[in-house]
């Protein structure tokens, strides 16, 4: 049962989220042979004051 987790930031638009785990199932499902319903996705999300890049928050990077 393939595990897969997607980190990034915040995805706002649901229909965005759904297309993205529908899109990776299929092409899992293929990889691996194996039906969707054994695929699981998680989408773990970050704001961009929980994320550091070179030393600062990504947050205070874009002021």
Do not use: Q
């Amino acid at each position: 049962m393939p595990n897969i987790i997607i980190e990034g930031p915040i995805i706002e638009n649901i229909e965005i989220k759904r297309t993205l785990v529908k899109d990776i199932t299929e092409i899992v499902e293929k990889a691996y042979g194996i039906p969707k319903e054994h695929i699981i996705i998680t989408i773990k999300e970050f704001s961009p004051e929980n994320v550091g890049v070179g030393g600062e928050l990504i947050s205070d990077r874009r002021k």
